[in-house]
């Protein structure tokens, strides 16, 4: 065991972690008490201390020409190094701290073993004091330490250069707290050395400690992307459960991280069926796992999972519904009726916005990423130069392309968002007729328009079934239909469970009866006009494309491009169903694809007012009065002949 450290063996001077002697004139300009020293004149003590503080060992160094009575001097004929070097050790002192207010650490430091005489003298001194030499042998030290600060003037440079090393970054013990990096510091000394003839720094040590530290974080990354991917690595993989492990758990259920890798697994092998399915599984089990696991993490109804699963593959279903655990953007639509985007933009920047253009598609839209006020109380907002609205809302608008001096019927305007761009688009000219069935949502669309200030908007309340009958004769019409909502589950988490079969049948019915109306409400002897442009916030099938294939049987229409130049085509067949070959001028939009809610757009063109069922019934009447009329005839003759 070491002795303890006795008072005489070190002086403690201001700020100073070892002892050293000072000029006094020097110790004055630098605000410093000189002290004295208690050990014999003429020698110096340098002086170090083990790691745990258990022990210590000293040697003596004989004093040079620049040394005398204890007092350290300068020399004219002193090489330039040197007083630099010693210069180091008296002018370690951090500016605007009291000495006395910063604790003294000590570290532990490799001395030259210049001869066994001098180990002996430390066993002797040790032995007088009342201690042993137990700790003799580790703390001999394994070699000849080299200073990294060593200069050409000598050992008596390394000694204060190294004291003023300790005073600067301590003992070193303090760096980081992990105990593997102690015991690898502790056990090899330098890191970086594999001689250990060189200790490292502190900072060095902190350095090595934090790329460590980095390295592990690394490889625990590593192997959570791995269990992501299900383990499929070294043979790590799930297989699929049987029906008894199934029922098991119905009553147990399992991990929400094990359903996850078990989707990811499920997924993978469903992707490629033929080679990495196991032997005596088929598909419909797969599946079968895969939709029930589904149902499990994302909290979805049975219902829409198989909806989901026959419009999306396995991998891209699971994209889909992890973006619709995201919610979209914030967008913004700027009123080009009073201000341009790029005014608008500098505006918001000033006020501590981040934004950027939406967009090549759109030259009015921005989208938001982070602001410091809120983005629905802005001034501007207030004033009327920007409307919120998601950017999926304004693809029907630009599909529709109104032109100025045209008549143009909003089916179902409310809150007003599109019907404020189609206002904007016409240059408040013509005569836009916005129309809600709802009558407490015409408060919203009311205000919107105010405060966005289109001038040539009508706001009617009316059953859009109903419309032909009140009003017609327009050149372009919008019908924004309501819909389950399959689109915006970000928006709306209830739809999750909330929707089922009778829900879409309903939904789907409605929608034809008002794209119906809507067709009979438009001119097709329109000069610039004739279009109908039917959207939705759904991604169904029986909602978009089988509504659309229900007008071309009915109606005199046809589907042209929406002059969208993005967005995935409609489908012309979807399962055992098969639709009109133009319905690939219809588009679609997805939040896993174009991070934007899910929507359906198509464009129609009328080319006659005519209505194919009632043509039908024109002619069976028609046919019915002429055998009516022929029979009368016929009677009439039987009559005449009789007479």
């Given at each position: 065991?070491?002795?303890?450290?006795?008072?005489?063996?070190?002086?403690?001077?201001?700020?100073?972690?070892?002892?050293?002697?000072?000029?006094?004139?020097?110790?004055?300009?630098?605000?410093?008490?000189?002290?004295?020293?208690?050990?014999?004149?003429?020698?110096?003590?340098?002086?170090?201390?083990?790691?745990?503080?258990?022990?210590?060992?000293?040697?003596?160094?004989?004093?040079?020409?620049?040394?005398?009575?204890?007092?350290?001097?300068?020399?004219?004929?002193?090489?330039?190094?040197?007083?630099?070097?010693?210069?180091?050790?008296?002018?370690?002192?951090?500016?605007?701290?009291?000495?006395?207010?910063?604790?003294?650490?000590?570290?532990?430091?490799?001395?030259?073993?210049?001869?066994?005489?001098?180990?002996?003298?430390?066993?002797?001194?040790?032995?007088?004091?009342?201690?042993?030499?137990?700790?003799?042998?580790?703390?001999?030290?394994?070699?000849?330490?080299?200073?990294?600060?060593?200069?050409?003037?000598?050992?008596?440079?390394?000694?204060?250069?190294?004291?003023?090393?300790?005073?600067?970054?301590?003992?070193?013990?303090?760096?980081?707290?992990?105990?593997?990096?102690?015991?690898?510091?502790?056990?090899?000394?330098?890191?970086?050395?594999?001689?250990?003839?060189?200790?490292?720094?502190?900072?060095?040590?902190?350095?090595?400690?934090?790329?460590?530290?980095?390295?592990?974080?690394?490889?625990?990354?590593?192997?959570?992307?791995?269990?992501?991917?299900?383990?499929?690595?070294?043979g790590d993989r799930i297989g699929l459960p049987s029906e008894a492990e199934l029922a098991d758990e119905e009553e147990?259920?399992?991990?929400?991280?094990?359903?996850?890798?078990?989707?990811?697994?499920?997924?993978?092998?469903?992707?490629?069926?033929?080679?990495?399915?196991?032997?005596?599984?088929?598909?419909?089990?797969?599946?079968?796992?895969?939709?029930?696991?589904?149902?499990?993490?994302?909290?979805?109804?049975?219902?829409?999972?198989?909806?989901?699963?026959?419009?999306?593959?396995?991998?891209?279903?699971?994209?889909?519904?992890?973006?619709?655990?995201?919610?979209?953007?914030?967008?913004?639509?700027?009123?080009?009726?009073?201000?341009?985007?790029?005014?608008?933009?500098?505006?918001?920047?000033?006020?501590?916005?981040?934004?950027?253009?939406?967009?090549?598609?759109?030259?009015?839209?921005?989208?938001?990423?982070?602001?410091?006020?809120?983005?629905?109380?802005?001034?501007?907002?207030?004033?009327?130069?920007?409307?919120?609205?998601?950017?999926?809302?304004?693809?029907?608008?630009?599909?529709?392309?109104?032109?100025?001096?045209?008549?143009?019927?909003?089916?179902?305007?409310?809150?007003?968002?599109?019907?404020?761009?189609?206002?904007?688009?016409?240059?408040?000219?013509?005569?836009?007729?916005?129309?809600?069935?709802?009558?407490?949502?015409?408060?919203?669309?009311?205000?919107?328009?105010?405060?966005?200030?289109?001038?040539?908007?009508?706001?009617?309340?009316?059953?859009?079934?109903?419309?032909?009958?009140?009003?017609?004769?327009?050149?372009?019409?919008?019908?924004?239909?309501?819909?389950?909502?399959?689109?915006?589950?970000?928006?709306?988490?209830?739809?999750?469970?909330?929707?089922?079969?009778?829900?879409?049948?309903?939904?789907?019915?409605?929608q034809r009866e008002l794209l119906l109306a809507a067709i009979d409400s438009c001119n097709a002897k329109s000069s610039?006009?004739?279009?109908?442009?039917?959207?939705?916030?759904?991604?169904?099938?029986?909602?978009?494309?089988?509504?659309?294939?229900?007008?071309?049987?009915?109606?005199?229409?046809?589907?042209?491009?929406?002059?969208?130049?993005?967005?995935?085509?409609?489908?012309?067949?979807?399962?055992?169903?098969?639709?009109?070959?133009?319905?690939?001028?219809?588009?679609?939009?997805?939040?896993?694809?174009?991070?934007?809610?899910?929507?359906?757009?198509?464009?129609?063109?009328?080319?006659?007012?005519?209505?194919?069922?009632?043509?039908?019934?024109?002619?069976?009447?028609?046919?019915?009065?002429?055998?009516?009329?022929?029979?009368?005839?016929?009677e009439a003759e039987e009559e005449m002949d009789a007479e």
């Amino acid at each position: 065991m070491g002795r303890r450290k006795d008072k005489s063996d070190v002086q403690r001077g201001p700020g100073k972690s070892a002892r050293r002697q000072q000029d006094p004139d020097l110790a004055e300009l630098l605000g410093q008490k000189p002290f004295s020293d208690k050990k014999k004149k003429g020698t110096t003590a340098a002086t170090s201390v083990t790691k745990g503080g258990k022990g210590k060992r000293r040697r003596e160094v004989e004093p040079e020409d620049h040394v005398q009575d204890g007092i350290v001097s300068f020399t004219d004929d002193m090489e330039p190094s040197k007083k630099k070097s010693m210069a180091k050790g008296k002018k370690n002192k951090k500016f605007g701290k009291k000495a006395e207010d910063k604790p003294v650490k000590r570290a532990s430091k490799k001395f030259d073993s210049e001869s066994e005489n001098d180990d002996d003298e430390v066993r002797k001194e040790i032995k007088k004091k009342g201690g042993d030499d137990s700790n003799s042998d580790w703390l001999r030290p394994a070699g000849k330490a080299k200073n990294p600060f060593e200069g050409d003037g000598g050992d008596d440079d390394d000694d204060i250069d190294d004291l003023m090393m300790d005073d600067d970054f301590g003992d070193g013990s303090d760096v980081g707290s992990d105990d593997d990096d102690e015991q690898a510091v502790a056990a090899g000394g330098s890191d970086g050395d594999s001689d250990g003839s060189v200790e490292d720094l502190p900072i060095e040590k902190q350095s090595k400690k934090l790329d460590r530290r980095k390295a592990r974080d690394e490889k625990m990354a590593a192997a959570e992307m791995r269990t992501k991917a299900g383990g499929a690595e070294g043979g790590d993989r799930i297989g699929l459960p049987s029906e008894a492990e199934l029922a098991d758990e119905e009553e147990h259920p399992l991990e929400l991280s094990m359903i996850n890798r078990r989707i990811q697994e499920v997924s993978r092998v469903l992707s490629n069926f033929k080679q990495l399915h196991e032997p005596g599984r088929t598909r419909a089990e797969y599946r079968q796992v895969f939709q029930k696991d589904i149902r499990a993490y994302y909290s979805y109804n049975e219902f829409l999972v198989s909806k989901f699963a026959d419009l999306f593959h396995s991998n891209e279903l699971v994209e889909f519904l992890e973006a619709n655990e995201v919610r979209r953007p914030v967008t913004i639509r700027t009123n080009s009726l009073k201000t341009k985007r790029r005014d608008l933009a500098q505006a918001l920047i000033n006020r501590g916005v981040n934004l950027d253009p939406i967009g090549k598609w759109s030259k009015v839209g921005l989208v938001i990423y982070d602001s410091g006020v809120p983005i629905g109380a802005t001034p501007e907002y207030l004033a009327g130069h920007y409307m919120l609205q998601g950017g999926s809302s304004m693809l029907p608008c630009i599909a529709l392309a109104p032109q100025h001096n045209e008549s143009v019927l909003d089916m179902c305007a409310a809150p007003g968002g599109k019907s404020s761009y189609l206002g904007a688009l016409m240059r408040n000219t013509g005569f836009l007729l916005a129309n809600d069935a709802k009558k407490d949502r015409c408060k919203a669309l009311v205000g919107n328009l105010h405060r966005l200030g289109v001038s040539n908007a009508v706001i009617c309340n009316y059953d859009g079934r109903a419309f032909p009958k009140v009003m017609g004769g327009f050149d372009r019409v919008l019908v924004d239909a309501p819909c389950s909502g399959t689109g915006v589950i970000s928006k709306d988490p209830a739809v999750k469970l909330s929707k089922d079969e009778k829900d879409i049948q309903r939904c789907s019915h409605t929608q034809r009866e008002l794209l119906l109306a809507a067709i009979d409400s438009c001119n097709a002897k329109s000069s610039t006009g004739g279009y109908v442009v039917y959207s939705t916030c759904s991604v169904l099938v029986e909602e978009n494309e089988a509504v659309i294939d229900y007008a071309l049987k009915r109606r005199h229409v046809k589907l042209v491009p929406t002059g969208i130049d993005f967005g995935e085509e409609g489908f012309t067949r979807f399962r055992e169903k098969r639709f009109h070959a133009s319905l690939n001028h219809s588009r679609r939009f997805y939040p896993h694809t174009h991070n934007m809610d899910g929507f359906f757009v198509a464009k129609l063109k009328k080319y006659s007012n005519k209505i194919i069922g009632e043509e039908k019934k024109k002619k069976e009447e028609s046919a019915e009065s002429n055998d009516a009329e022929k029979q009368e005839d016929a009677e009439a003759e039987e009559e005449m002949d009789a007479e």
